[in-house]
């Protein structure tokens, strides 16, 4: 269990973040997801005792993680696979977290294995690793302690298709088991692959939060056909009521409800080939929206600076 309860970030004038408060649980994958410069990692440093809070706390199973005895045996913990010191084995590198996580030696082992290193691999130097073995010798390093929660800041980095799967199939059991995962990324689609629950950050604050199907059932849209020479005019008379209409393929989407697209399209004459209720895509468009409004922030205070 992760709680996190009004953490907030100052540097200076600016709040990298933002007064948010979340939780995540046992046996459920927690996406943090967010563009960048949202303030995921900062918030992660925070959650790990890395960076401290300006104020707010972040409890890890119901402590602060510096005041966890040997906190690798509880909290696995990967920020930066970039980190690692260039100059040691992978197996050299896995050996010292084992070391300082108290744990025996065969852990080393078992930790490669589970991250898919074969021992080969594990005898060159991590300088000369792709940035995917890197990730996955990162990720080894937090299972090393045999945790029940683990912290992945952009744990997909670098991977191949073939290695997100994995990567998805490993933090998916590992919540079957009881685990809590917290892992961030700036790509809705990893997030929507994996986690049950999401966190959506943006500018420091939380904007969206729930689990998935929350997230996606509180913003129903629907989708609506009509023979191609009625569209705009449905179109036209859906606006004039006050709803917004975006064309997706030869479908109308609107943010009116089925029964309200029914009322208007026969009080115009316009016949409807199907009318559906659309949630996909939901999650897209408000992450989309997020992330042009950080960047429009950007660029005000590039101009402004
Ligand atoms: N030490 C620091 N001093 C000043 N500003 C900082 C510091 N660390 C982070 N920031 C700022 O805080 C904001 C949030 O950064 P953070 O690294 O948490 O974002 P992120 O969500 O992890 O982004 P990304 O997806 O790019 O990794 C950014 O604007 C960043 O420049
Ligand atoms: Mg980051």
């Known amino acids: 269990m992760i709680q996190i309860e009004n953490l907030t970030k100052r540097y200076g004038s600016f709040t990298a973040v933002d007064d948010i408060t979340f939780t995540a649980r046992p ?12 303030g995921k990692s900062t918030a992660m440093r925070m959650l790990v005792g890395l960076t401290v809070p300006s104020s707010g706390s972040a409890l890890v199973l ?44 065969h852990a080393v082992d078992r930790a490669l294995e589970r991250v898919g290193l074969t021992s080969r691999e594990a005898e060159r130097r991590v300088g000369n690793y792709s940035l995917g073995m890197r990730q ?13 929660v683990l912290v992945l800041d952009e744990p997909a980095n670098g991977l191949d298709p073939a ?3 994995w990567m998805r199939g490993l933090l998916r059991d ?21 986690a049950h629950d999401i966190v959506m950050i943006g500018g420091g604050r939380i ?22 020479g009625e569209r705009a005019r449905l179109a036209a008379e859906l606006r004039g009521a006050g709803h917004q209409v975006d064309l997706r393929g030869e479908d109308l989407v609107t943010n009116a409800t089925r029964a309200q697209v029914a009322r208007i399209a026969l009080t115009a004459g316009v016949p409807v080939t199907h009318l559906a209720e659309s949630s996909a895509g939901r ?11 950080q960047a429009r922030q950007e660029r005000t205070e590039e101009v402004s600076a």
């Open 163 to 165: 290695g997100i799967r």
């Open 27 to 38: 046996g459920r994958v927690t996406g943090f997801l967010g563009p960048n410069g949202a």
């Open 136 to 148: 996955r010798l990162g990720l080894a390093g937090a299972l090393i302690g045999e945790p029940q």
């Open 174 to 194: 590992f919540a079957d088991q009881g685990g809590t995962v917290l892992l961030s990324s700036h790509l809705l689609h990893e997030v929507e692959q994996v």
């Open 283 to 293: 999650l897209e468009e408000m992450f989309l929206q997020l992330t042009a409004d």
């Open 207 to 228: 904007v969206a939060e729930g689990t998935q199907e929350e997230l996606l059932a509180g913003h129903g849209q629907t989708v609506v056909g009509t023979p191609e």
């Open 62 to 105: 119901g402590r602060p993680y510096r005041s966890l005895p040997t906190p690798a045996r509880h909290v696995g913990v990967m920020l930066d696979a970039a980190a690692q010191h260039a100059g040691r084995t992978g197996r050299e590198t896995l050996v010292l977290a084992a070391a300082m996580a108290g744990m025996p030696r």
